[in-house]
């Protein structure tokens, strides 16, 4: 492996992926207190909410209220789903937007009720609304399931291209690549990442790894190899996707910090406050720390392994 | 990465890695039927028990009998840590022994009482009496702390070779080199493979993973590129070192088998089985599974997650 010593880029989906899933509302001074907590311990790019139907996610039903809390410096993005979502970002004032689509026609359809053409053309119009809008705005699109689907298998890399060139046509800023379930391992990463780069630059280019297997870090390591930079994680390790079976968490945060600092890759993130972000809002939650780094910091911190 | 397509070669130490630290004393009928399960899982190598002194290590007082009660056909091997051992275990009639030493002084000094070299003339004297008695003996030494010691901090890849030097002018069959505290990134084990690489075979190396820190499937893929293919692991994650503050487990076995198969390399093991095997030793000891792969089956199973 001949890693590039480049500044490995965080981008924290906690606030939006990792929450939006939770059942019990989770009030909005408490969201905003982990974003901001996330801040002081270095994040400079956060996907703070959805701006999805309050009536499918209540628990981001105060999308526009966490977005006029957000202070001013670090880079906050909110997914938008539709155009009545847009409607209501930029109603608020978000100028960093997400677009969601899937390389399996079968989990659109489940996930959005959509195929992957009608999500495109969905977000052809959303885009071309925010482009005229917001003239120094930012648009990223994830293309989720790139390696499997809960109901169609394995996904392969030529059908995952095939989005990837469609949604490219829109103009976007950046793609987010998702293995969804967390089932996939370095050699698929590989591979589809070989592809990938052989008509999209690393600058654009961003995985969106989940543990499920414990091999999200390793799938980072692969892509990173191969000169991606750019990675989502979860402080805590929250979320994971309700319409995919077994997905149970994205990459955390944690985890993949102390693997660049280890590794020697320059990092702004502070480790210590990063892992006390995720403890706050885990105890919220009434959850476990389940990283593996915040779990290693925890036992030394007990002293419950002997000296 | 260009993964060989090799099988892997699993080396499961729960038994004796996994079980050494448990406290509450186990019997020795669950231990067997423990190892019966990973047996019946497809596992062909384990390290059984180990004839430490029954006043340090209470929990393995009953390594004769359960070698005695081992079936035939798979390679079970037992550590031996000292002469008085090695007599226990030629008594119960163990042809594969397991010795131990460390990259670090501070380290061997504190967990073993000796100095590395005092370590390597004492397991000097072990091998030699060992291949006097059991002409088909087999010998693997371990060399731990390889990366990091939680005493004297980074292990610089130079102290790992000469004791890697030292011990391989003993005539050992195999090398365990271990990230005792599981602290270490693939860079690193890029590097130190690199060097060991240099002069010893690759069939003779085998790496020993903590997932401490999430990264041993990692450093796993890693070796596996580099042309190792021997990997200690421990079902369910179970076990670590009580004098190694913060190792909190061996990479799981689960964690392994799953990332071989999705690899596509070769492995026999069962993963449903295994996983079954762990859950089995788990509740026995009123534990929570940890494995990744065995916490993501059970998720499954459980359909907690909406289809």
């Known amino acids: 492996m001949s890693l590039k010593q480049n500044e490995i880029r965080v981008i924290e989906v906690g606030p939006r ?11 909005t001074d408490v969201k905003l207190r982990f974003i901001s907590s996330l801040v002081a311990s270095g994040i400079e790019e956060i996907e703070a909410t959805s701006f999805v139907s309050p009536k499918w996610v209540p628990q981001l039903a105060d999308a526009c209220e966490v977005v006029q809390g957000l202070s001013s410096g670090p880079k906050f993005s909110a997914l938008v789903p539709n155009s009545r979502g847009l409607t209501r970002a930029l109603e608020c004032g978000v100028n960093r937007i997400a677009v969601f689509t899937a390389a399996s026609e079968a989990f659109t359809k489940k996930n959005i009720n959509m195929s992957i053409k009608e999500s495109i053309d969905e977000f052809e119009s959303v885009i071309r609304q925010f482009r005229a809008e917001v003239s120094d705005g930012w648009v990223r699109a994830y293309v989720s399931t790139a390696f ?22 829109l103009g976007i800023d950046e793609l987010s690549i998702g293995d969804t379930l967390g089932v996939a391992a370095p050699k698929e990463v590989e591979s589809l990442t070989r592809d990938l780069l052989s008509f999209v630059s690393p600058e654009k280019l961003c995985y969106h790894f989940h543990d499920t297997y414990g091999l999200a870090v390793a799938n980072t390591a692969q892509a990173l190899e191969m000169g991606v930079t750019s990675f989502d994680s979860s402080a805590g390790g929250l979320g994971g996707c309700p319409y995919a079976p077994g997905a149970t968490g994205n990459m955390a945060t944690e985890d993949l910090v102390y693997f660049a600092l280890r590794t020697g890759i320059p990092c702004s993130i502070d480790l210590d ?3 006390n972000a995720s403890l706050e809002i885990l105890e919220s939650l009434g959850r476990r720390p ?14 419950t392994c002997p000296k």
Do not use: F, H, M, W
């Open 17 to 27: 992926d990792g929450l939006q899933n939770e059942r019990t509302p989770i009030p």
């Open 148 to 169: 499997e689907c809960p109901y169609a298998g394995r996904i392969p890399s030529k059908a995952v291209c095939d989005v990837v060139e469609r949604v490219l046509e």
């Open 290 to 303: 389940q990283a593996k780094a915040q779990v290693a910091r925890l036992a030394l911190a007990s002293e």
């Open 273 to 275: 406050r990063l892992a």
